[in-house]
Every structure is written in structure tokens, then in C-alpha cells.
């Protein structure tokens, strides 16, 4: 089988692109994992640690081929309102990952969190799109609940 030990963010060397992959948010956070890509092709990604892949990475395969990362549409709640600043507080409090726009925000569905959404009186609307909330603070990568 195939294997990725490392990332790469440009294809500055033309090396030959072998497939892509579709993956969610929750699949792009990655360390060591058997993936199957769009054409098929199967691989094993071996990484030193884990790591948030971006849109527009790459897998480099050992023998230098490529597969390169596309965020995957998820379903998502689409929240707009009046009151997005407070919004953002209660999600944030909760630590849930959160894609913030000038006139929206975006959040993973969660029938809970749709609900604590309706009584701040956002306004509220399923969507398939793709996923990019914000890192995490410091630098640090990624926001995560508290399920860890």
C-alpha cells in the first residue's frame, strides 16, 4: 500500500498528481489513517504528529506522487441575526468549531446547539457547504469541544 509520511502545501516541483480526496473537518484533522481517494486509490497516511490538513495540501505518496485535499461540502446551520457577537460568545464558550463571516456564521449541525441558536433568537438555516471555521487561539490550530 501506498504511504504519505508528510504534507505538502504547494506543488512547487510538478510532481504528478495522482488523485484527490474529498474530506470533511472532522477527517482533515489527521495523524495515521488508511483513506481511500476520489479515484480509488488507497493509501495509508503515517504522519509524526497530528496535524490540520488545509484545502489544497497534498499527500505526498512515498514514491512522489500526490493527492491533493479538497474540503468536502458538510451539512452545516447557516445562523444570522441581530445578535451574532452574542452568538459567537455562546458558541465559543462551548469551544464548538465556528467559520465566522461579515454577516453570518456558520456552525456543524447540532440539534442541541440549534436549539440554545433559536432561543438567542438567531436566525437559523440548514446549508451544505464547505467547512473553514477559525483556528484556535495562540496559533494553536484547531478549536475542539470538551468530548476529548
Not at 486509490?41 to 479538497?70: A, P, R
Request: charged share 30%; hydrophobic share 35%.
Amino acid at each position: 500500500m501506498k504511504t504519505s509520511f508528510k504534507i505538502i502545501h504547494r506543488n512547487q516541483n510538478n510532481k504528478e498528481l495522482l488523485d484527490e480526496i474529498y474530506l470533511t473537518y472532522e477527517e482533515r484533522f489527521i495523524r495515521r489513517k488508511k483513506m481511500i481517494a476520489n479515484n480509488g486509490t488507497e493509501f495509508l497516511v503515517n504522519l509524526e504528529e497530528t496535524v490540520s490538513v488545509d484545502e489544497n495540501d497534498f499527500f505526498e505518496l512515498e514514491n512522489g506522487n500526490l493527492i491533493k485535499v479538497i474540503f468536502k461540502e458538510e451539512n452545516l446551520i447557516e445562523i444570522k441575526g441581530d445578535n451574532l457577537k452574542q452568538i459567537i460568545w455562546h458558541i465559543g464558550n462551548r469551544h464548538l468549531p465556528c467559520q465566522i463571516e461579515e454577516n453570518r456564521i456558520l456552525i456543524q449541525d447540532d440539534a442541541v446547539i440549534l436549539d440554545m441558536v433559536l432561543k438567542l433568537n438567531g436566525n437559523v438555516k440548514k446549508v451544505n457547504e464547505k467547512f473553514k471555521p477559525e483556528g484556535g487561539a495562540y496559533g494553536m490550530g484547531r478549536t475542539h469541544s470538551h468530548k476529548h
